[in-house]
């Protein structure tokens, strides 16, 4: 069964903390991505990578940045939370041809207080 | 960019109906999605397609590639069949190089028994 696996379901930070979500995916897959889904806005890219150490900005990459050191990992840094980064945050990964399946982790769920 | 929207946005009906989502976007693409997410954030996909027709089960997805234009059909609904649907699309970039999908805002979907 392919896997994307977040680090965390709940997350609770204070304003100013950084913080790291973790992606893992176990399907060999080049392409990972970063979303954040919020009421009446659904879900729009933060960043995306194609490959180990590649990056390319979202549609929304401000306050964030990623890390990709790893092809299994795609980790997702908000170096100083702020509360209008609370949101559900969500993990995608897919092969890399164009037209193949894109495979969702569980979400996190992060508030920033 | 394109511009993706799905109608209704939110559909209350009683077990046995038949059910039909519907999904517009505004430019050419590669691929449309239709996802399932169910309470407490995790993402399904439940079809991928760039023409035609598919069939798991009971659920049948449709793409009008000249009308842009997807319709997701529930058969025979059921209470578990509650939750968001989302229709999402990826452009078509000939140039190659990851690409995030581009998401509808989403169908909140309740079966009552």
């Known amino acids: 069964d392919v896997k994307v696996t977040q680090s965390s379901r709940y997350l609770v930070k204070r304003t100013g903390e950084k913080v790291f979500l973790e992606c893992v995916q176990d399907?060999?897959?080049?392409?990972m991505f970063w979303y954040r889904q919020d009421p009446g806005l659904g879900l729009r890219l933060i960043y995306f990578s194609y490959d180990v150490k590649m990056k390319e900005k979202g549609d929304i990459p401000e306050g964030y940045s990623v890390s990709r050191e790893k092809k299994e990992r795609f980790s997702l840094i908000l170096e100083s939370a702020s509360t209008n980064q609370t949101s559900m945050y969500l993990c995608?990964?897919?092969?890399?041809?164009?037209?193949?399946?894109?495979?969702f982790g569980q979400g996190t769920r992060l508030t920033v207080v | 960019k394109n511009e993706v929207e799905q109608s209704p946005q939110n559909l209350t009906a009683q077990e046995g109906e038949f059910i039909t989502i519907n999904c517009s976007y505004s430019?050419?693409?590669?691929?449309l999605h239709w996802l399932q997410q169910h309470p407490g954030g995790g993402i399904v996909s439940l079809f991928m397609?760039?023409?035609g027709k598919k069939k798991h089960g009971r659920l049948i997805a449709t793409i009008n590639i000249q009308e842009k234009h997807s319709s997701l059909h529930i058969t025979a609904s059921h209470p578990r069949d509650s939750a968001v649907y989302i229709c999402?699309?990826?452009?078509?970039?000939?140039?190659?190089?990851?690409?995030?999908?581009?998401f509808g805002k989403g169908t909140h979907l309740i079966i009552q028994p």
């Open positions: 430019v050419g693409i590669s691929a």
């Open positions: 995608a990964s897919s092969g890399l041809i164009m037209n193949t399946e894109a495979f």
């Open positions: 397609l760039s023409s």
């Open positions: 999402a699309v990826r452009g078509d970039r000939s140039g190659g190089g990851a690409d995030g999908l581009t």
């Open positions: 399907m060999d897959h080049e392409n």
